[in-house]
Every structure is written in C-alpha cells, then in structure tokens.
C-alpha cells in the first residue's frame, strides 16, 4: 500500500499528515486558514489521493509558516508513499480549465526539486489567504516532493478561479504521474535506475 504518515513540529508549527495514493480522493484537512483547506480539498478529490491534514500555526503572525510548513509535510509525505518509485508514469499534464481561466501544470516526479511559477494575482488576498502564498506553497511541495513542476495561467481574470485552476491542475496532473504503468510496473522510470536527486 503507497500510504505515508509524517508529523512535523517546530516551535512555529505543528501538523500531521496521512495520505493514501490508491485513494478515493476523501478529504479532512484542517489548516486554520480557510481558503488553504478549500485548496487542499480540491487536491485530494481530483487526485483521488485520500488526504489528511491537522495544521496548527503561528497565524497571530502571518501566515507564512502554515502555508510553507503545510506544503513540506505533504510533499514529504508523498515522497515516502512513492517509496522507490518504481512503476509510476512519472510525467504528466493536464490543462485545467475554470470559466475564464485556462491553467497548464505538467510534472516529473524526477527527485530533483524545481518549480516554475508563471501565475500572477490582481488582489492580495483571498478569503483570509495572502495570494503571495500560493506559490511559496507550490515551491514547499516541491521541494520535498521531489517534483519538478511547472505551473503557468494561461489567461483568466477571477483570482479565485486562478489559484483553483492551479490547485485542480496540480491534482490531476499528479494523479497521472503517481500512476502505476501496467506494462512497466516492476521497473523504475529512468535510464539511471534511479529517481533521486543525481
């Protein structure tokens, strides 16, 4: 089973993380920030990753540790589910289109950490999250993920629609690269026999 549990507590944050990669995409995220959680659950329902996040922070002084410390555990959790890696599609796209904005994330599960930002917002803020996040968020992921991962707004006007178009692309492009490739399932996918950080 690709499950993986991590804990991570500093003197700033506390949060534990459970997911399951061979899930339904059922959810129970709990961040403190709103919008945050709404992202999270978008992850999980279109990843079909079961997900659980209990996140207390620091949020009397801003966000910024929540979100980035969020985004480390998750990423690291799915880094210890993917274990060896061996059998995954490894890459993978998706367009994500929502009402006036087209988003594309492509990803390689390659184990060298590296994220491509091409997204901007309007406000800065959405419900209580700063929209300046959201990319700290993605480059937390990655980073311990160990994914490469590009993510850029095609076009689009609705903030709230901009950061869900990313969250929605983002799911459904992992789901993709997670999957086992029946006609490869006992191999890893590279050249070097190995995903890792070389």
Known sequence: ???????????ETQIAVELNLDGTGAYSISTGIGFL???LEQLSRHS???LTVEAKGDLH????????????????????ALGDKKGIR??????????ETLTRVAIDISGRPYLVWKTEFSQKRLGEMDTEMF?????????TGGLTLHVETLYGTNNHHIAEA????LARALRGAIEIDPR?????????GTLGGQ
């Open 61 to 80: 002084i801003d966000q910024h540790h929540t979100v980035e410390d969020t985004g480390l555990a998750i990423g690291e959790a799915l880094a210890k």
């Open 90 to 99: 490894r890459y993978a796209d998706a367009l994500s289109p929502m009402d």
């Open 1 to 11: 089973m690709r499950r993986a549990q991590v804990r991570r507590e500093t003197t």
């Open 166 to 169: 990313a969250f929605k692309g």
């Open 48 to 50: 079909l990753i079961d």
């Open 184 to 192: 490869k399932a006992d191999a890893i996918p590279s050249t070097k």
């Open 37 to 39: 959680d709404h992202m």
């Open 135 to 143: 990319e700290h968020w993605f480059h937390s992921f990655a980073q």
